[in-house]
């Protein structure tokens, strides 16, 4: 007994493990949505926002959205906990799990996957509803997806790579490997497009590329932790069957923001042509933050969370979930602000090339102010189910998910007759306070109050500190145009975003946050 709580007590994390590890996250992940950006710069100049170009984003999101439902959040949360068990035995009985989960993994997705191109034009009917009666876009789009599909089999399977490592708090590899997709898409952009009659064939075969370099890196780091994968079949293992019931209801509770968001493309089929792009382009920016801080954080915290849990260390979970949700609000506040001002001058800097034009930066622009009232709500939705993963409770959001999608379905219907593709934009953000609000109650009731008086003055110093820096935003324009010189629009931007940054942070000192990170 002594032994085991002196090794408990090696491998408790500490507040700063916590912080170090979701820096560690979000630096990586800024510099693959740097590559991402330039990937979208290529993708919009060759595509643009064109009836192909809403082919080609239909088609890629259909092996995205089962990775992120089936995979990269839905496996990870129910490995991490169920792992964490597995390593209290040892070792060799964790390799044993990682080797049957793993066996069990590459055939599902064998079939998924072949079954799925099979079936492709129910599947694309179901996701693009309003291309059926376009049968240029149809076409386009159904020759895409088959096209794209198997990225799914490779991403999945990195995606489980990625949570061992994560369980080892070995975050590097996993957080840097999206940027091998971006790489093999500008790769695609600039060698493959001149080489075929269609732009977007090119792309797709960069994504399978990209997909097949994100699993390769993924085996010396695996070796690094000790464990080779050998794929082996024993599906009525403990520890599976364990984690498939923590997998079925997690498959709706991690997904709630990429349902609500896959309603929004379902219904955007159905508006005028440019629909799709415009809340594709806009969801890439807005995804940049909360990448940055919300899935970095919850990344973090979901091993972090499971020890403590497996442990019978409540009261430390409580804390690091508080100063977790802490954090994220003083980082994600500033971020809502300057995207709600800047939406537009972002646009025009980043996609205005080619042919995407300054109307579509306009449109683009209004569905991202639309996305950014959300943001908060979607990096904490993020968060507060981790929480409830880390205690092996998949149930509850899973239920609560169900709830927020029928809440954004009703809506993005109401919204669209007014507002179109905006509106779409606004039920999911809408739909996710919904969320937020289910998920806070749960866990309050569960475990008591996550925020205690000074955490309340804390977020309310961050809303504070807001209010100049949203002063400088909405001035700025009328006192310095914006330019029309490529260069001079990235400088303008650049400066514009420094100085409000600067006067954030000057207020954040006025207030008392002398030790903004530090302490949250």
């Known amino acids: 007994m002594g032994r085991e709580t002196v090794k408990s007590n090696q491998d408790k994390p500490t507040k ?4 170090k590890a979701a820096a560690k996250v979000g630096s ?3 510099l693959s949505r740097i590559l991402g950006f330039i990937r979208d710069i290529f993708i919009a100049r060759l595509l643009g926002a064109s009836p192909l170009a809403d082919a080609f984003f239909v088609a890629f999101k259909l092996p995205n959205f089962f990775r992120r439902m089936f995979a990269e959040g839905t496996l990870t949360v129910a490995l991490v906990p169920v792992l964490a068990d597995e390593r209290k035995k040892g070792e060799a009985d964790a390799h044993a799990y990682l080797n049957a989960l793993a066996g069990l993994l590459l055939a599902a997705l064998l079939l998924f996957t072949i079954g799925g191109m099979i079936f492709m034009p129910w599947l694309l009917l179901s996701f693009a509803p309003g291309f059926h009666d376009d049968p240029s876009r149809w076409q386009q789009a159904l020759t895409l997806a088959r096209l794209m599909f198997p990225y799914l089999l490779f991403i999945s399977l990195a995606a489980m790579s990625w949570a061992v490592l994560n369980a080892y708090r070995k975050f590097s590899v996993a957080a840097a490997s999206p940027a091998l997709l971006n790489i093999a898409i500008i790769f695609a952009a600039i060698i493959l497009a001149p080489l075929h009659d269609n732009p977007a064939e090119a792309l797709a075969v ?4 990209g997909g097949a370099l994100q699993l390769g890196i ?3 780091a695996l070796k690094r932790i000790g464990w080779i994968p050998k794929p082996s079949w024993n599906p009525r293992m403990p520890a599976i069957t364990q984690t498939l019931k923590l997998f079925g209801p997690a498959v709706l509770g991690i997904a709630a923001v990429q349902i609500n968001i896959l309603v929004g493309t379902i219904l955007a089929t159905l508006l005028p042509v440019g629909a799709v ?3 594709y382009y806009a969801d890439r920016i807005v995804q940049l933050p909360l990448a940055l801080f919300g899935i970095a954080m919850g990344t973090a915290l979901l091993p972090t969370l499971s020890e403590h849990l497996a442990n019978n260390r409540r009261q430390e979970a409580t804390q690091d979930l508080r100063r977790g949700l802490t954090w994220l609000t003083w980082i994600i506040l500033p971020s809502m602000v300057g995207l709600f001002f800047l939406a537009e001058p972002i646009i025009r800097t ?8 300054a109307q579509d930066a306009a449109n683009t622009a209004y569905a991202l102010q639309a996305y950014t009232v959300g943001l908060m709500v979607f990096s904490w939705s993020r968060v507060l189910s981790t929480a409830c993963f880390a205690g092996k409770d998949a149930k509850a959001p899973m239920k609560y998910a169900i709830y927020t999608v029928a809440v954004n379905i009703v809506l993005a219907v109401i919204l669209m007759q007014s507002w179109g593709y905006v509106g779409l934009a606004l039920a999911s953000a809408l739909a996710s306070f919904f969320n937020v609000g289910l998920l806070w109650a749960h866990l309050h009731k569960k475990h008591g109050p996550i925020f205690d008086g000074a955490s309340w003055k804390r977020m309310g110093s961050a809303a504070l500190a807001c209010t100049p820096m949203a002063a400088l935003l ?8 914006f ?3 490529k260069i001079m629009q990235f400088i303008w931007l650049g400066v514009i975003v420094i100085s409000s940054m600067l006067v954030f942070f000057a207020s954040a000192w006025v207030l008392g946050e002398r030790k903004l990170l530090k302490r949250a």
């Open 483 to 485: 330019p029309t010189d």
């Open 28 to 30: 990586w992940t800024m």
């Open 474 to 481: 909405y001035y700025a324009p009328t006192f310095w145009l």
């Open 350 to 357: 980043l996609f205005e090339h080619g042919k995407f034009t």
């Open 206 to 209: 960069g994504v399978i590329l």
């Open 277 to 279: 792009s415009y809340l």
């Open 218 to 220: 993924q085996f010396p």
């Open 16 to 19: 700063g493990s916590l912080f």
